[in-house]
Every structure is written in C-alpha cells, then in structure tokens.
C-alpha cells in the first residue's frame, strides 16, 4: 500500500487526475472504474480541463460505475446516472456505448446484479478502479457488516449513510433504502486502486482502514490486501496516523510536491 500526502483538496484532486491520466495514456482502452460523491468531484474536474487542452482522450476508454439507487431513475438529479454526466460524461468525449452503470429502475435487481457482474467480466475487469470511503468505512454502498460481499448486489443502506446523504434530496422527499453495488470481491478483482480522502472528519476511519484489523465492519479494511493500492489524501484526513505507524506497517508515505 502507498498513501501520497497532498496538502489540500485541490492538490488531492490533481494527484488522483493525474493517476488516471496516466492510465488512460498508457492504456488508451482502459476499464476505469468510477466513484460519486463530493471527493472525485475535483479529479474529475481536472480531467475535463487537461481533456479541453488536448492532453487526454476518452474515446477508447470504458467506464463501470461503483453503484446506483434502487428506485430513481436516470434523469433524476440525484442519481449518480446523473450526477456522472454532469459531472463527466457530458463534458468529455467517452462513447455512450464504453459507459456502463447499475439500472436502478430493473424490475429484477437480482437478475440486474447478475448482468452488471458478467459485463465487468465480459470486458476483463476494471484496470483501474477509483474509490472513495465513507464516514462507517464504506467503499462503494459496502456497508459495514458480518461479512464482506463478493459480487455486485443490492445493500440496504446504513442509517449513517442515509443520514450523510439525505442533505442531496429535497425535503419531504423519500430518500431511497437501497442500492445496487459492487461487491468487495468486484473491486478487488481490479488490476490498480486509487482511493481519494479529503478532510478531518474522514481520519479516524482511513486510520483504521489502514493501521486496523482486516474486518468487514470496516469494509475499506480489506484493501489492505491488495497488491496495488495507492491512497491518496489530504493533510487533514491523515491526522490520525503516525509515519512511525505506517512504516512499521509497510505502508510508503510520499509527499507531493509541486
């Protein structure tokens, strides 16, 4: 594991552009596995400046996303159909048909699980798969629980996690129970990780995801078995642990630099 320091969220922004950039340089028909939230919010941002420059090319890479709302349909704003347009989608040149998310709306979420799993399979798994963490350790909607599930799913979220993300829906709207999401077993297939965190109140959980037990109470714990994870986070959200701790651990600490 590898944990590069930046000093604030604009420069965890630019390190994590600046990861993926380099994937899809290398590998032009790259699966990137994507993430929503606030946290890639600035990475992608970078990626639409260098994108209008000229310096990087969506038109053969692919995308999977991490997950979706049961029961909201594509155009509604708070689904993360949208939100990746938005945010992504629409303002790069990425084919509608490389551009693959869980349906929400499927009448069968089970069957639905099944299909999103074997299209991952189907195109040789994520090269690189983005990530963010939650404040109970969730990656993906993996909530926190006996076990870690293997393949994608559907999860019936944490009161915590409904309780973080209600502030996106109106008020007196029913904010949806449930998710389709990619198993652990799903994201750590991927051949590369980069997970991204931001800010104080996420440290107490990236330490113990890093420095912890492996423990799916912890869902974001079990990336310490993965041969190529690099955590990228700010000053702030790496307040909770030592460079005595994380060395003695095998963890690399780079700081970026300009």
């Not at 992504?88 to 099944?114: K, R």
């Not at 399979?121 to 090269?127: L, P, Q, Y």
């Not at 973080?164 to 799903?186: C, K, V």
Request: with cysteine; aromatic share 6%; charged share 20%.
């Amino acid at each position: 594991m590898k944990i590069i320091q930046a000093k604030d969220y604009q420069e965890m922004s630019r390190v994590a552009a600046n990861i993926v950039s380099a994937q899809m340089i290398l590998f032009p028909g790259s699966v990137l596995g994507l993430a929503t939230g606030d946290t890639p919010i600035g990475m992608y941002r970078q990626l639409i400046e260098w994108y209008r420059k000229g310096d990087l090319d969506f038109g053969k890479a692919r995308t999977v996303n991490l997950d979706e709302y049961v029961g909201l349909s594509t155009e509604h704003e708070q689904s993360y159909n949208w939100f990746m347009r938005q945010h992504l989608f629409s303002q790069v040149n990425l084919l509608p048909h490389n551009i693959f998310m869980p349906n929400g709306l499927a009448e069968d979420t089970a069957a639905e699980c099944v299909r999103y799993e074997a299209n991952i399979r189907a195109m040789g798994g994520i090269d690189l798969q983005v990530l963010g963490i939650g404040h109970n350790g969730h990656i993906g909607f993996n909530e926190p629980g006996p076990v870690f599930t293997k393949n994608t799913h559907v999860v019936t979220l944490s009161e915590r996690t409904l309780a973080a993300n209600s502030r996106f829906f109106d008020s007196g709207e029913r904010m949806p129970r449930q998710a389709i999401t990619m198993g652990m077993g799903t994201i750590m297939q991927a051949k590369r990780i980069v997970l991204l965190c931001a800010g104080e109140s996420k440290a107490e959980i990236l330490s113990r995801a890093v420095l912890g037990d492996i423990d799916p109470m912890v869902p974001a714990s079990i990336l310490q078995l993965h041969t190529d994870v690099t955590i990228v986070a700010d000053q702030a959200a790496l307040g909770r642990m030592s460079m005595d701790e994380l060395s003695a651990n095998g963890v690399e600490v780079v700081t970026e630099r300009e």
